[in-house]
């Protein structure tokens, strides 16, 4: 084919701009947190350019100043940062889309610690969303520079005079347009700022008094940290809520790096587990919430904070999932989260079966959907049973386990003499049950409505397990794939002669019937079988009853109970 020509495309600003100006971001807001995160990359850098020993003078108390004047209708943000020189406003500020921050970085810095916020040279221009007019009074740090005003009202041309500037640091001034006025407010500034800029590592001043949080306890390292230190961490992001039942944090730079705190709440009616809770940060700066894209959906009830310059944030929704290193880092989370549920498991038994109550279902949908997941917990699933097990059996002191006020573990141990029920794994249950029926496991799929049956395998020295959460028929299709060898029955289903016949307590004749006990729960069970709301009256039990109440009828789970009693 013959080439016809070659050539570059050409941009006119004058119609690029306004396009930059009014589509750049969906969110007009945001324009604050780019001039902040600009204030905070000068300061960063001069501390940079200090450390390489080309800057002799005082950085040691760095500060951003953010004033108001709802007169005039400005808002200004200064910095005690590096400057620009006439030059560099040329260079940074006169070219859209021209970023200085990698030509630093590659001067000044290594890229894994990497806190330059800056990267694509368009946030300054973000500032036009809600600026007639913008202005920047600068003195670069460098000997003998001279101070410089740059002026521009939104069109593509601008005014670049000297200033009469005596500090290093960097003023941008926006008068605003008439319909962006409550960015004159002061209220709406110090929100902004506590959204976007609270844990940026440069105090943020209004009206003398510093606005934000300052500091990014995920950026600290684990060890230095205590469990109070993330408690209040979490009550700090979280306020008025329950404590967390766990949390883990992510600290690492390969193949991506993300840094973070990630807490599994304790679940309450309030707590919306269907959206995303994690607050996306890029180096201290708030990007979004409900980042649901980044973390594992069988961990969506997880909040806390997750920093990464490697999460592309420009992207739609769709795309980030699709993401490699997306995908990447949600794989880590999971991988953490289990770790951390594995080293609970073996530490700690009881607060791994309190975390459990809450969590349990969420690990189970993790191993149906997740293979790596599986691998790790699948061991540690536990199960309620109708065994009694003593704290004792799984090697750890008696604790006595803390119930607060409307917990569910209370709920559920309202009704049992011991602390709580007992929780199992399923390897614990066939080991110990393997004399009576080896590879056998019988459960419960609805406490309430089978109550009849799990009574009938109690009264016959039977264990059963519950499994009756809403999530619990996929998980037992997923066991009687995983565990071929295993024979999974629920307690409805069909009465095991074999077993029962082995239990030796039933086999004593009651003289009143001349039937033994076993045929006795046999009758009445399959005569529950066909009429499961069977009442019983209960003259053969009157002799009970404590009031002396005339012969009543009982349900039949009533009916086992007393029987099993007796
Ligand atoms: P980015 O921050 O992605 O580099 P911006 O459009 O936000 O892009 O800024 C463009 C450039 O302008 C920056 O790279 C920096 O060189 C310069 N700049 C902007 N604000 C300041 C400031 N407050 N102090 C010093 N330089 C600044
Ligand atoms: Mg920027």
């Given at each position: 084919m013959t080439v016809l020509e070659q050539g570059q495309i050409t941009i006119h600003t004058e119609n690029i701009f306004p396009i930059i100006?009014?589509?750049?971001?969906?969110?007009h807001e945001i324009f604050l947190r780019e001039l902040v995160s600009n204030a905070v990359d000068a300061i960063e850098k001069l501390k940079m350019v200090s450390y390489a020993g080309e800057f002799s003078g005082d950085t040691s108390n760095p500060e951003i100043?953010?004033?108001?004047?709802?007169?005039?209708?400005?808002?200004?943000?200064?910095?005690?940062?590096?400057?620009?020189?006439?030059?560099e406003v040329k260079q940074y500020i006169n070219q859209v889309a021209f970023s200085s921050a990698e030509e630093f970085i590659t001067k000044y810095q290594s890229a894994s610690d990497r806190q330059i916020i800056g990267h694509f040279g368009l946030g300054f221009y973000s500032a036009f969303m809600v600026a007639k007019t913008v202005e920047i009074d600068t003195l670069s740090y460098k000997e003998g520079a001279q101070a410089v005003h740059w002026s521009c009202d939104g069109s593509p041309s601008f005014t670049l005079e000297e200033s009469s500037r005596t500090t290093h640091g960097t003023t941008i001034t926006l008068t605003?347009?008439?319909?962006?006025?409550?960015?004159?407010?002061?209220?709406?500034?110090?929100?902004?700022?506590?959204?976007y800029c609270d844990f940026m590592p440069v105090p943020i001043k209004m009206d003398g008094e510093q606005v934000n949080r300052q500091k990014a306890l995920w950026r600290e390292s684990p060890s230095s940290l205590t469990d109070e230190d993330y408690l209040d961490f979490y009550r700090y992001l979280y306020p008025f809520q329950e404590e967390p039942l766990l949390w883990v944090h992510l600290n690492t730079d390969y193949p991506f790096l993300v840094k973070g705190i990630l807490y599994f709440p304790k679940l309450r009616p309030d707590v919306d587990v269907t959206k995303g809770q994690i607050k996306l940060f890029c180096n201290q700066v708030f990007v979004s919430d409900h980042c649901e894209e980044i973390i594992p959906k069988f961990l969506l009830p997880m909040r806390g904070v997750l920093d990464s310059p490697d999460i592309p944030l420009n992207v739609s929704r769709s795309a980030l999932q699709m993401d490699r290193t997306v995908r990447k880092i949600a794989d880590f989370i999971a991988k953490k989260v289990a770790d951390r549920l594995k080293e609970q498991y073996n530490n700690n038994r009881q607060e791994y079966i309190r975390s459990w109550q809450d969590i349990g279902t969420f690990v189970k949908f993790g191993c149906l959907n997740d293979d790596k997941f599986k691998k790790q917990l699948e061991d540690i699933i536990i199960?309620?049973?109708?065994?009694?097990?003593?704290?004792?059996?799984?090697d750890q002191p008696a604790v006595e386990v803390q119930a607060e006020e409307g917990d569910a573990w209370k709920q559920v141990s309202s009704d049992s003499k011991t602390e709580g029920p007992s929780y199992t794994t399923l390897d614990e249950y066939l080991e110990r049950n393997k004399a009576r029926h080896e590879n056998q496991a019988f459960y419960c799929t609805d406490s309430v409505a089978q109550a009849t049956y799990v009574q009938l395998h109690k009264s016959q020295g039977l264990e059963v397990l519950f499994m009756d959460s809403f999530i619990d028929p996929h998980f037992i299709s997923f066991l009687e794939r995983e565990h071929t060898e295993v024979k999974f029955s629920r307690v409805?289903?069909?009465i095991d002669d074999k077993l029962i016949e082995q239990?030796?307590?039933?086999?004593?004749?009651?003289?009143?019937?001349n039937?033994?006990?076993?045929?006795?729960?046999?009758?009445?069970?399959?005569?529950?079988?066909?009429?499961?709301?069977?009442?019983?009256?209960t003259e053969a039990l009157k002799s009970e009853?404590?009031?002396?109440?005339?012969?009543?009828?009982?349900?039949?789970?009533?009916?086992?109970?007393?029987?099993?009693?007796?």
């Amino acid at each position: 084919m013959t080439v016809l020509e070659q050539g570059q495309i050409t941009i006119h600003t004058e119609n690029i701009f306004p396009i930059i100006k009014k589509s750049l971001y969906s969110d007009h807001e945001i324009f604050l947190r780019e001039l902040v995160s600009n204030a905070v990359d000068a300061i960063e850098k001069l501390k940079m350019v200090s450390y390489a020993g080309e800057f002799s003078g005082d950085t040691s108390n760095p500060e951003i100043t953010i004033a108001i004047d709802a007169e005039k209708n400005t808002l200004s943000i200064s910095d005690t940062g590096i400057g620009m020189t006439a030059d560099e406003v040329k260079q940074y500020i006169n070219q859209v889309a021209f970023s200085s921050a990698e030509e630093f970085i590659t001067k000044y810095q290594s890229a894994s610690d990497r806190q330059i916020i800056g990267h694509f040279g368009l946030g300054f221009y973000s500032a036009f969303m809600v600026a007639k007019t913008v202005e920047i009074d600068t003195l670069s740090y460098k000997e003998g520079a001279q101070a410089v005003h740059w002026s521009c009202d939104g069109s593509p041309s601008f005014t670049l005079e000297e200033s009469s500037r005596t500090t290093h640091g960097t003023t941008i001034t926006l008068t605003l347009q008439d319909e962006e006025k409550e960015y004159a407010e002061a209220s709406r500034i110090k929100q902004l700022v506590k959204t976007y800029c609270d844990f940026m590592p440069v105090p943020i001043k209004m009206d003398g008094e510093q606005v934000n949080r300052q500091k990014a306890l995920w950026r600290e390292s684990p060890s230095s940290l205590t469990d109070e230190d993330y408690l209040d961490f979490y009550r700090y992001l979280y306020p008025f809520q329950e404590e967390p039942l766990l949390w883990v944090h992510l600290n690492t730079d390969y193949p991506f790096l993300v840094k973070g705190i990630l807490y599994f709440p304790k679940l309450r009616p309030d707590v919306d587990v269907t959206k995303g809770q994690i607050k996306l940060f890029c180096n201290q700066v708030f990007v979004s919430d409900h980042c649901e894209e980044i973390i594992p959906k069988f961990l969506l009830p997880m909040r806390g904070v997750l920093d990464s310059p490697d999460i592309p944030l420009n992207v739609s929704r769709s795309a980030l999932q699709m993401d490699r290193t997306v995908r990447k880092i949600a794989d880590f989370i999971a991988k953490k989260v289990a770790d951390r549920l594995k080293e609970q498991y073996n530490n700690n038994r009881q607060e791994y079966i309190r975390s459990w109550q809450d969590i349990g279902t969420f690990v189970k949908f993790g191993c149906l959907n997740d293979d790596k997941f599986k691998k790790q917990l699948e061991d540690i699933i536990i199960y309620r049973t109708t065994a009694d097990l003593k704290p004792a059996e799984s090697d750890q002191p008696a604790v006595e386990v803390q119930a607060e006020e409307g917990d569910a573990w209370k709920q559920v141990s309202s009704d049992s003499k011991t602390e709580g029920p007992s929780y199992t794994t399923l390897d614990e249950y066939l080991e110990r049950n393997k004399a009576r029926h080896e590879n056998q496991a019988f459960y419960c799929t609805d406490s309430v409505a089978q109550a009849t049956y799990v009574q009938l395998h109690k009264s016959q020295g039977l264990e059963v397990l519950f499994m009756d959460s809403f999530i619990d028929p996929h998980f037992i299709s997923f066991l009687e794939r995983e565990h071929t060898e295993v024979k999974f029955s629920r307690v409805d289903a069909e009465i095991d002669d074999k077993l029962i016949e082995q239990d030796k307590a039933s086999e004593i004749v009651d003289p009143s019937t001349n039937k033994t006990r076993s045929e006795q729960i046999k009758e009445i069970f399959e005569q529950a079988l066909n009429q499961p709301k069977l009442t019983i009256r209960t003259e053969a039990l009157k002799s009970e009853d404590p009031q002396g109440t005339p012969p009543a009828m009982v349900l039949l789970p009533e009916f086992l109970r007393r029987l099993r009693d007796m």
